[in-house]
């Protein structure tokens, strides 16, 4: 409509511009020509109307050119339009995708809320009191999901329970892995007062620290002080005693010396007559063990063995022979071993003690050798306490204790003067007696003292 608007005005104009040239020729051919003066007059006149009408279709046309020029501006700010309503149009799809998805998330929202949620974890337990004074437990639950998206944060929820009961409840029945309940939290309130009464412990504290600091710091001037003082005075003192001090250190000192050298002599007369002790003891300890004594106490020795065992064979044959009335063949092959056995072991034994004694006799003799000798590291290492070291020391010194046992034990039972005195000679023997006790021993026996030696 616009163009064709524009274009009939233009072809108007073209068409009149045109023919005006031949109307306003036409009065001058005429006069040359000698046309008439009114047809001259009709020219001018034409020429005058044509004039006229070319400038009413100047205006024309500039109207036309300003409703050019208004088609233009509204067409500039028609396609303004069309875009901001584009950009709307666009913004309005974005915003419709979004509600989409908003609602596809409700829908998915919904679906699970119609099945029931498996709490994970309580994350915190508040209480909450209200202004009518009702209490009501709040607890942030996580629960289970199935999204398998670790990025995306996991669903959690608040639940108002009435009761701790409810809790309980509510914990017991969900399934899976069983569900701790966190302690309460400290309501802000709480939280806020716990802050100023530490920053009010704080204070305090740092005020009774800066005072002590404050009167350790006088204190320690004053011990200061107090020791230069000290330091002082215990320096004029030492320069006015230095003098005299000399002489009685010297005279101190030789008077240890001297009462050093008197302990000095006395503990050796002291060792020496401990050493001549020890001496005349393993003198009579060798006699006695090297002569008929030695062999005495070896032959008791194994003939309380001997009848310990000849006594505890004739126990077991006599168990043997009440246990085997059913067989015979038995009973003979366990009296055989057994009185195998017990012939082997008395022998073993009596080896083993005959060699023990033979090492204590050499033992005594290289003691006795080393005793002739003054100023010997032997002598410090002899024990005049007791004679057999080498039985009670080594692991047979059961088997001493059960001889001297026997020993005893036939003493006391026999009334034959001469066993007796064999016996008493092992028992003074093996228990070490001294020349004093055994001397001690003769005269309470020569005083008329009734059974042996008196003692029992």
């Known amino acids: 409509m616009a163009d064709d608007d524009v274009g009939a005005p233009a072809a108007v104009v073209s068409g009149d511009l045109t023919c005006s040239p031949c109307v306003e020729e036409s009065p001058q051919d005429a006069q040359v020509e000698g046309v008439p003066a009114t047809t001259a007059a009709q020219s001018i006149d034409e020429a005058a109307k044509w004039k006229e009408r070319s400038g009413r279709l100047g205006n024309a046309v500039n109207q036309q050119k300003a409703r050019i020029?208004?088609?233009?501006?509204?067409?500039?700010?028609?396609?303004?339009?069309?875009?901001?309503?584009?950009?709307?149009?666009?913004?309005?799809?974005a915003s419709i995708e979004s509600l989409k998805q908003q609602v596809v998330e409700l829908k998915a929202a919904a679906a699970k809320?119609?099945?029931?949620?498996?709490?994970?974890r309580i994350l915190h337990k508040v209480k909450h009191v209200t202004h009518a004074g009702q209490t009501t437990l709040w607890c942030l639950v996580e629960y289970t999901s199935d999204d398998d998206d670790e990025s995306r944060p996991p669903e959690c929820?608040?639940?108002?329970?009435?009761?701790?009961?409810?809790?309980?409840?509510?914990?017991?029945?969900?399934?899976?892995?069983?569900?701790?309940?966190p302690d309460l939290s400290l309501p802000p309130s709480d939280v806020l007062q716990m802050k100023l009464d530490l920053s009010d412990e704080l204070e305090r504290v740092q005020e009774e620290f800066r005072r002590y600091r404050v009167r350790s710091e006088i204190t320690r001037k004053q011990k200061?002080?107090?020791?230069?003082?000290?330091?002082?005075?215990?320096?004029?003192?030492?320069?006015?005693?230095?003098?005299?001090?000399?002489?009685?250190?010297?005279?101190?000192?030789?008077?240890?010396?001297?009462?050093?050298?008197?302990?000095?002599?006395?503990?050796?007369?002291?060792?020496?007559?401990?050493?001549?002790?020890?001496?005349?003891?393993?003198?009579?300890?060798?006699?006695?063990?090297?002569?008929?004594?030695?062999?005495?106490?070896l032959a008791m020795e194994w003939r309380a063995r001997y009848e310990q065992a000849v006594a505890d064979k004739a126990a077991l044959e006599q168990q043997v022979v009440m246990a085997a009335s059913s067989s015979d063949?038995?009973?003979?092959?366990?009296?055989?071993?057994?009185?195998?056995?017990?012939?082997?072991?008395?022998k073993m034994e009596f080896a083993l003690y005959r060699k023990r004694a033979m090492q204590v006799v050499d033992l005594k003799d290289k003691e006795l050798q080393t005793c002739r000798i003054p100023g010997t590291a032997g002598l410090r290492r002899m024990s005049s306490s007791n004679?057999?070291?080498?039985?009670?020391?080594?692991?047979?010194?059961?088997?001493?204790?059960?001889?001297?046992?026997?020993?005893?034990?036939?003493?006391?039972?026999?009334?034959?003067?001469?066993?007796?005195?064999?016996?008493e000679k092992a028992i003074a023997t093996v228990l070490n007696?001294?020349?004093?006790?055994?001397?001690?021993?003769q005269d309470k026996r020569k005083g008329g003292a009734a059974g042996g030696w008196g003692l029992w």
Not at 69 to 93: F, G, H, P, V
Not at 329 to 346: E, P, Q, T, Y
């Open 224 to 297: 200061e002080a107090e020791l230069r003082k000290i330091s002082a005075s215990a320096l004029t003192k030492q320069t006015e005693q230095i003098g005299g001090m000399d002489l009685q250190q010297e005279l101190q000192a030789a008077r240890v010396q001297v009462r050093r050298f008197s302990q000095l002599q006395t503990s050796a007369e002291e060792r020496e007559r401990e050493l001549q002790d020890k001496y005349d003891k393993l003198a009579r300890e060798h006699a006695k063990l090297s002569g008929a004594m030695g062999e005495t106490v």
């Open 113 to 120: 809320q119609g099945r029931p949620k498996d709490p994970r």
């Open 69 to 93: 020029q208004e088609l233009e501006e509204s067409d500039t700010r028609l396609k303004r339009l069309l875009n901001l309503a584009k950009r709307s149009i666009e913004s309005k799809d």
């Open 329 to 346: 063949s038995s009973r003979h092959v366990l009296d055989v071993d057994i009185s195998g056995n017990d012939v082997a072991k008395l």
């Open 157 to 181: 929820g608040w639940l108002a329970f009435q009761h701790e009961a409810d809790l309980l409840e509510y914990v017991r029945r969900a399934s899976g892995e069983p569900v701790r309940v």
């Open 387 to 423: 004679s057999l070291n080498g039985f009670e020391t080594s692991s047979h010194a059961p088997t001493t204790n059960e001889y001297l046992k026997n020993i005893v034990i036939k003493y006391m039972s026999t009334d034959q003067d001469e066993v007796k005195e064999h016996m």
């Open 433 to 441: 007696f001294s020349s004093a006790e055994v001397k001690h021993i």
